[in-house]
């Protein structure tokens, strides 16, 4: 497709969005640490928005486009997208979740050289026609990128597809940025908590999914238990569609006081900081970012056994995963990092060593890299 100069390799990305979520922060984090590199990176969003994180990613790329939602009839034929990636002369098109079957189809009307696929995690109850869109999708990609072996082997089942045409690259996380460190005493002010408070947190969208009001339930069957000593509280950072439901379970239950709704925030770091315990209780997860970057900051991870997390953990932290959906379980596991500020120290520490020692977000980058050059290579 390109008889430009070879020692510049453009990659277009195609996503639903950029507003907010794991997948549009690493594309974004992904586009700073390319710039000024031989890889020039282009973006194309479906949702029609310049999105939160693409505001911010605009800057780094050498094109951006905002395609404006049309009818389904794109679906089919998606002309306007394969003129929006023509336009940007990739070598490589690199498709993630909520754009593939649309991405694929219209990369290869763009007569794009290479087609991969990032797939960051694949929702529960799927229905026949999605399985069929990825099928389909998977014989007009390349490689398909996952973010855990669990993904793989799932998908590979799902799809038929041979394990050569599959690729695992691990998330990352900068542990520069995002590392342990004191409590930020306005941001704490600004809850209405004392300095001493043991913070049970988690950021993320505030959906069905991601299951809050299992948190919740279980945040409140804990201070009953506990009677309410040592002082706890909850804080549920994010914007979604459950916020109002999930207030009103709050009240409902007796805890509508100790539980806080910051709403979408940006300084997570600080918020990290602040968290004793991060908690997900989600009902699926790819190789969710919020807990790469809360197991960074030291914060001790609460999880339920879906996506990678268990990988994420590793073996020294396998005791920290709970069944979905049981409120006793999780509460039990709150009560005892709760009552024990030693125990919370120790797997606060495990959790920032387990992040060192395999999630580094400059080497996840560099296998992308080396996998997009690999592909430009073989082009013909």
């Known amino acids: 497709m390109n008889a430009h100069n070879r020692d510049v390799l453009r990659v277009t990305h195609v996503v639903f969005d950029l507003n907010q979520g794991g997948l549009e922060r690493f594309v974004m984090e992904m586009?700073?640490?390319?710039?000024?590199?031989?890889?020039?990176?282009?973006?194309?969003?479906?949702?029609?928005?310049?999105?939160?994180?693409?505001?911010?990613?605009?800057?780094?790329?050498?094109?951006?486009?905002?395609?404006?939602?049309?009818?389904?009839?794109?679906?089919?034929?998606p002309?306007?997208?394969?003129?929006?990636?023509?336009?940007?002369?990739?070598?490589?098109?690199?498709?993630?979740?909520?754009?593939?079957y649309k991405g694929a189809v219209a990369a290869r009307l763009a007569r794009a050289d290479?087609?991969?696929?990032?797939?960051?995690?694949?929702?529960?109850?799927?229905?026949?026609?999605?399985?069929?869109l990825r099928r389909l999708a998977s014989r007009l990609t390349d490689t398909v990128v996952t973010?855990?072996?669990?993904?793989?082997?799932?998908?590979?089942?799902?799809?038929?597809?041979?394990?050569?045409?599959?690729?695992?690259?691990?998330?990352?996380?900068?542990?520069?940025?995002?590392?342990g460190g004191p409590r930020d005493a306005r941001l704490l002010e600004s809850l209405g908590l004392a300095p001493d408070t043991v913070v049970i947190g988690s950021v993320g969208r505030l959906e069905v999914?991601?299951?809050?009001?299992?948190?919740?339930?279980?945040?409140?069957?804990?201070r009953e238990r506990l009677a309410g000593a040592p002082d706890a509280c909850l804080v549920l950072c994010g914007q979604g569609s459950r916020r109002e439901a999930l207030e009103t379970l709050a009240a409902e239950l007796g805890?509508?006081?100790?539980?806080?709704?910051?709403?979408?925030?940006?300084?997570?770091?600080?918020?990290?900081?602040?968290?004793?315990?991060?908690?997900?209780?989600?009902?699926?997860e790819g190789a969710?970012?919020?807990?790469?970057?809360?197991?960074?900051?030291e914060a001790v991870p609460v999880v339920t056994p879906v996506g990678a997390n268990a990988e994420i953990l590793g073996p020294k932290l396998a005791g920290q995963i709970v069944p979905h959906g049981d409120v006793d379980a999780l509460t039990d596991?709150?009560?005892?990092?709760?009552?024990?500020?030693?125990?919370r120290r120790q797997l606060g520490v495990a959790a920032r060593q387990r992040i060192e020692e395999r999630y580094d977000l400059d080497e996840t980058i560099d296998r992308y890299r080396q996998l997009y050059e690999r592909l430009a290579g073989g082009r013909s």
């Open 31 to 77: 586009g700073k640490r390319l710039a000024g590199t031989a890889v020039r990176m282009s973006v194309l969003t479906l949702s029609g928005r310049e999105g939160h994180f693409g505001a911010q990613l605009r800057p780094y790329l050498e094109q951006y486009h905002v395609l404006r939602p049309i009818p389904s009839l794109s679906m089919i034929v």
């Open 79 to 100: 002309l306007g997208l394969a003129w929006r990636i023509r336009r940007t002369r990739p070598d490589v098109v690199h498709l993630h979740s909520g754009a593939w």
């Open 114 to 132: 290479r087609v991969i696929y990032t797939e960051h995690g694949v929702i529960p109850g799927d229905h026949r026609w999605g399985g069929r």
């Open 147 to 179: 973010v855990s072996g669990r993904l793989q082997r799932q998908l590979a089942d799902e799809l038929e597809l041979d394990d050569s045409r599959f690729h695992t690259i691990d998330n990352g996380v900068d542990t520069t940025v995002f590392s």
């Open 209 to 222: 999914i991601k299951a809050q009001d299992v948190l919740i339930r279980a945040f409140a069957r804990m």
């Open 255 to 284: 805890v509508g006081e100790r539980v806080r709704f910051p709403g979408w925030v940006d300084n997570t770091v600080q918020y990290y900081r602040l968290f004793d315990v991060f908690a997900l209780p989600s009902i699926t």
């Open 288 to 297: 969710p970012l919020s807990l790469l970057e809360a197991m960074a900051c």
């Open 333 to 343: 596991m709150l009560v005892r990092l709760v009552e024990s500020a030693e125990r």
